[in-house]
Every structure is written in structure tokens, then in C-alpha cells.
């Protein structure tokens, strides 16, 4: 196992029950907790560097942290040893049938959707993968009957073999993590794509057909597996879309009206397709049209993702830290009428921030640029708004938008960039904004 991660310490786990001869490596610390883990069910580890004994095994199982360009991991593949990632592995033991979301944006929420709807009908529903709670996790307690939605990543996909979800949906496919992928949007595309290509005769393809790429994308759907789309913009054939403000679901030749658009509990037009893909998929697991409905009113949306702080004084502060590519700013800018003040920065993934110019200039009254990419993000958005500042630190940027906003006004973060220049994850970063705005 290389990689000491969430999900590298579940695949530990899971493997050494299945009396697997497992051995962990990573090139850099393993936390207390982990090391207790691994100690306790006596699998022997290292940290800090790869010794001989990293290399000499039979397969590999690859952490998503961890590239594929890491010379441990090009070793294992000059020297002809199969690199597994770890849905691969759990998928191995997998009774249920499993729902798998990707796209750049938007997995998450889409995720949290169908698994929120299947769960309103009954069903053991288990919500894994790039979420937080790795699939290796919970693999061994799914039952035939119970129902897996699987967020993955590109990361995940990047080293699959036979993984074959019942379900696939792609919602969308944007410049992201392109330094992983030698700056490559093909080679990030063709690991997105991967999600179909082992899907067979009875199983379901959902897309997106308004995000182009994805449209384009759809000859890489086998011929044999059924196609379901969804759209705002046009009527499909079979799968979702809007008409009169109304969501429509057409499915096995028949259609009905799902719900208004106000109906939809989450903000912004990206919701709705999130929800479209995510009522779909619940369709697709036999889950009434009713129960889709009923349920939308009690979802709360996820952290971190346009998530209402706090309102103080008639400025309402909201925390998107997941928002790290330029595609997902652009989505939270769109969801509001609202003048914003923007926080944004942290450590650019290779980011181009000429989309966001248009959309700053009509919504964005100020920039609080922060971290490695402050100056970047000043040089490309700050003359398209009345001000434009370089903080230090999130806090101050928290600090100076309690003395900037205006009543009515909404405070954004929103940082288009991963967060590993001041922060441990997008998590960390999102708790410490809620932690300032609460102190404000």
C-alpha cells in the first residue's frame, strides 16, 4: 500500500482481513492515529522514504495523494507490477449495486443528493469514496440489498482494471488538478472517461449534455450500456431537463413533472444539475418520483459548498471552500444577486483566471487575494473590481471583509485553489473561515 492516507489505511485494513501479506509505505510522516491503527492489526509499515521492501510485491495498491509519476510508483510499472487504486480493491468486494459520480464540479453535492433520495425510500444506502469515508471502509458491512454512492475522483480512476459501477454519471469535465496530469487537460479528460469503460449490457450511463466536453465525450459510453442525459437548455430523449421552470424526468418512455425549480433547496443554477443527475440516479434505483420530491426539502446541501455561516448585520457570510478550480468560483459567483466580496487563493493547480473576468466585473465589489496565488489572482481579477487587496492570511481577510461590507452585501469564500499552502485540506481551510466568522 503506498500512501498512508484516509484510504490507504482502509485498504490496509480491508486486505489484512482477507489475509493479504500487506505492507504500507509512505515518503512522508504517518500520523499517531495511523501508526496505532497499523500497529494494532500488525501491519508492519514505513514512513519518510521506500526501502527495497516497498518494491518487492506482488501488486500495488496507490493512495489518490499519491501521483502517478512518483518514482516508486513508475518502478513498480517499468518493472511490470500491477498499481491498483483502491475503489479497484474494494470494488472486488462490493455485494451492492454501486451509483459512481465524477465530474470537476459538482460530484459531491450530486452525491449527497442520491444518496439522500435513496435513503427517503428505505434503503441501506452507504455514501463513500472522495467524500471522506473510503469505500475499503464500509465494503465488508454492504449487504446485496443496500445501495453504494460513490464519489470519485480522477485520482481514483486513474488506476482501475475491472471496477464497473451499475450506475455512471459525468457531470462535467473542466480544467483541474492539471498538475497532476503533466499540465494535460487530455490526459485529466481520458481519467475522467474511465468511469464507462468496463460498464456492460444492463448498466446506466447519466451525462450531462449541456457541459460540452462531456457531450463530446459520449462515444466513449459503450454501445451497450444505456444512455440517460440531462440538460436545462433542450429536451432529451431519456433522462432529465427543464421545461417551463418545471423538472421533468422522462424515463422508459414515460414523463412526469418532478418539481419547480423553486422547489430546489440548494442555491444556484449548478444545483439544478446536480439535482437532475442526482434524482436520475435515484429513478434509475427504483426510487419513486414522490419520495424525490419529499426529500429535496429536507436536504441541507454539504459543508464547505455555499454554506450560510452567518448573517451579521445584513451581511450574509458564506463558506465555499471547496471551490478549488476556477470552474467552481465561477458557479458560486452565478448563484447570487447579491454585491460579493470575494476571498480567494491558496496554492494555484495551473489555474487560468481569465473566465471568472466577466462575471467579477458584474457581481464583485472587492478581492481579498490570499496565499501563493494572491498576486496571480490580483493581476488577472483586480482591475475589474473597485478594490482589490493582498492579505497574509485568511483570517485577515475575514477581518478587513467585516470592515468593507456593506449591509445586503455577501462575503464569499470562494478560492479557486487547492488549500495546501496554509491549510491541511479544503476541510481545515473551510473550518478555520467559520471559526473567524463566529469570532467576528
Given at each position: 500500500?503506498?500512501?498512508?492516507?484516509?484510504?490507504?489505511?482502509?485498504?490496509?485494513?480491508?486486505?489484512s482481513?482477507?489475509?493479504?501479506?500487506?505492507?504500507?509505505?509512505?515518503n512522508?510522516?504517518?500520523?499517531?492515529?495511523?501508526?496505532?491503527?497499523?500497529?494494532?492489526?500488525?501491519?508492519?509499515?514505513?514512513?519518510?522514504?521506500?526501502?527495497?521492501?516497498?518494491?518487492?510485491?506482488?501488486?500495488?495498491?496507490?493512495?489518490?495523494?499519491?501521483?502517478?509519476?512518483?518514482p516508486?510508483?513508475?518502478?513498480?510499472?517499468?518493472?511490470?507490477?500491477?498499481?491498483?487504486?483502491?475503489?479497484?480493491?474494494?470494488?472486488w468486494?462490493?455485494?451492492?449495486?454501486?451509483?459512481?459520480?465524477?465530474?470537476?464540479?459538482?460530484?459531491?453535492?450530486?452525491?449527497?443528493?442520491?444518496?439522500?433520495?435513496?435513503?427517503?425510500?428505505?434503503?441501506?444506502?452507504?455514501?463513500?469514496?472522495?467524500?471522506?469515508?473510503?469505500?475499503?471502509?464500509?465494503?465488508?458491512?454492504?449487504?446485496?440489498?443496500?445501495?453504494?454512492?460513490?464519489?470519485?475522483?480522477?485520482?481514483?480512476?486513474?488506476?482501475?482494471?475491472?471496477?464497473?459501477?451499475?450506475?455512471?454519471?459525468?457531470?462535467?469535465?473542466?480544467?483541474?488538478?492539471?498538475?497532476?496530469?503533466?499540465?494535460?487537460?487530455?490526459?485529466?479528460?481520458?481519467?475522467?472517461?474511465?468511469?464507462?469503460?468496463?460498464?456492460?449490457?444492463?448498466?446506466?450511463?447519466?451525462?450531462?449534455?449541456?457541459?460540452?466536453?462531456?457531450?463530446?465525450?459520449?462515444?466513449?459510453?459503450?454501445?451497450?450500456?444505456?444512455?440517460?442525459?440531462?440538460?436545462?437548455?433542450r429536451?432529451?430523449?431519456?433522462?432529465?431537463?427543464?421545461?417551463?421552470?418545471?423538472?421533468?424526468?422522462?424515463?422508459?418512455?414515460?414523463e412526469?413533472?418532478?418539481?419547480?425549480?423553486?422547489?430546489?433547496?440548494?442555491?444556484?443554477?449548478?444545483?439544478?444539475?446536480?439535482?437532475?443527475?442526482?434524482?436520475?440516479?435515484?429513478?434509475?434505483?427504483?426510487?419513486?418520483?414522490?419520495?424525490?420530491?419529499?426529500?429535496?426539502?429536507?436536504?441541507?446541501?454539504?459543508?464547505?459548498?455555499?454554506?450560510?455561516?452567518?448573517?451579521?448585520?445584513?451581511?450574509q457570510?458564506?463558506?465555499?471552500?471547496?471551490?478549488?478550480?476556477?470552474?467552481?468560483?465561477?458557479?458560486?459567483?452565478?448563484?447570487?444577486?447579491e454585491?460579493?466580496?470575494?476571498?480567494?487563493g491558496?496554492?494555484?493547480?495551473?489555474?487560468?483566471?481569465?473566465?471568472?473576468?466577466?462575471?467579477?466585473?458584474?457581481?464583485v465589489?472587492?478581492?481579498?487575494?490570499?496565499?501563493?496565488?494572491?498576486?496571480?489572482?490580483?493581476?488577472?481579477?483586480g482591475?475589474e473590481?473597485?478594490?482589490?487587496v493582498?492579505?497574509?492570511?485568511?483570517?485577515d481577510?475575514?477581518?478587513?471583509?467585516?470592515?468593507?461590507?456593506?449591509?445586503?452585501?455577501?462575503?464569499?469564500?470562494?478560492?479557486a485553489?487547492?488549500?495546501?499552502?496554509?491549510?491541511?485540506?479544503?476541510?481545515?481551510?473551510?473550518?478555520?473561515?467559520?471559526?473567524?466568522?463566529a469570532?467576528?
Amino acid at each position: 500500500i503506498v500512501g498512508a492516507g484516509r484510504s490507504g489505511i482502509a485498504v490496509a485494513r480491508l486486505l489484512s482481513g482477507k489475509n493479504a501479506e500487506v505492507f504500507l509505505t509512505d515518503n512522508g510522516p504517518i500520523d499517531a492515529a495511523a501508526q496505532a491503527t497499523l500497529t494494532e492489526l500488525n501491519i508492519p509499515f514505513e514512513y519518510d522514504g521506500h526501502s527495497p521492501r516497498a518494491i518487492a510485491a506482488d501488486w500495488i495498491v496507490i493512495s489518490p495523494g499519491v501521483p502517478t509519476e512518483a518514482p516508486i510508483i513508475r518502478q513498480a510499472l517499468d518493472q511490470g507490477i500491477p498499481v491498483v487504486s483502491e475503489i479497484e480493491v474494494a470494488f472486488w468486494y462490493c455485494r451492492a449495486p454501486i451509483i459512481a459520480i465524477t465530474g470537476s464540479n459538482g460530484k459531491t453535492t450530486t452525491a449527497s443528493l442520491a444518496a439522500h433520495f435513496i435513503r427517503a425510500s428505505g434503503r441501506t444506502t452507504h455514501l463513500v469514496g472522495n467524500i471522506g469515508l473510503a469505500f475499503s471502509d464500509v465494503v465488508d458491512s454492504v449487504a446485496s440489498t443496500d445501495a453504494v454512492v460513490l464519489e470519485v475522483s480522477s485520482f481514483q480512476l486513474d488506476h482501475v482494471s475491472t471496477f464497473r459501477p451499475g450506475v455512471s454519471v459525468l457531470l462535467n469535465i473542466t480544467p483541474d488538478h492539471l498538475s497532476r496530469y503533466q499540465n494535460s487537460f487530455e490526459a485529466y479528460k481520458r481519467s475522467k472517461l474511465r468511469i464507462f469503460e468496463n460498464q456492460r449490457l444492463g448498466d446506466v450511463a447519466v451525462l450531462n449534455v449541456d457541459d460540452e466536453v462531456t457531450r463530446d465525450s459520449a462515444k466513449s459510453v459503450p454501445d451497450q450500456v444505456r444512455r440517460l442525459d440531462i440538460s436545462l437548455s433542450r429536451e432529451v430523449p431519456s433522462g432529465a431537463f427543464l421545461r417551463d421552470d418545471e423538472i421533468i424526468l422522462r424515463y422508459d418512455k414515460k414523463e412526469e413533472i418532478l418539481m419547480h425549480r423553486q422547489e430546489v433547496s440548494v442555491r444556484g443554477r449548478h444545483n439544478l444539475y446536480n439535482t437532475l443527475a442526482a434524482a436520475v440516479a435515484a429513478r434509475i434505483m427504483e426510487v419513486r418520483s414522490d419520495v424525490i420530491r419529499e426529500s429535496m426539502a429536507t436536504f441541507q446541501g454539504v459543508p464547505h459548498r455555499l454554506e450560510l455561516v452567518r448573517e451579521i448585520g445584513g451581511v450574509q457570510f458564506f463558506n465555499d471552500s471547496k471551490a478549488t478550480n476556477v470552474n467552481a468560483v465561477w458557479y458560486a459567483l452565478e448563484s447570487f444577486s447579491e454585491r460579493i466580496i470575494l476571498i480567494a487563493g491558496g496554492r494555484d493547480k495551473g489555474n487560468d483566471y481569465e473566465p471568472l473576468r466577466e462575471l467579477v466585473r458584474k457581481k464583485v465589489g472587492t478581492i481579498l487575494a490570499i496565499g501563493e496565488a494572491a498576486d496571480t489572482i490580483l493581476e488577472t481579477l483586480g482591475g475589474e473590481t473597485q478594490t482589490a487587496v493582498k492579505l497574509d492570511s485568511l483570517r485577515d481577510a475575514v477581518d478587513r471583509s467585516r470592515l468593507l461590507a456593506k449591509p445586503g452585501e455577501v462575503v464569499l469564500l470562494s478560492p479557486a485553489c487547492a488549500s495546501f499552502d496554509q491549510f491541511d485540506n479544503y476541510e481545515d481551510r473551510g473550518d478555520s473561515f467559520k471559526r473567524y466568522v463566529a469570532e467576528l
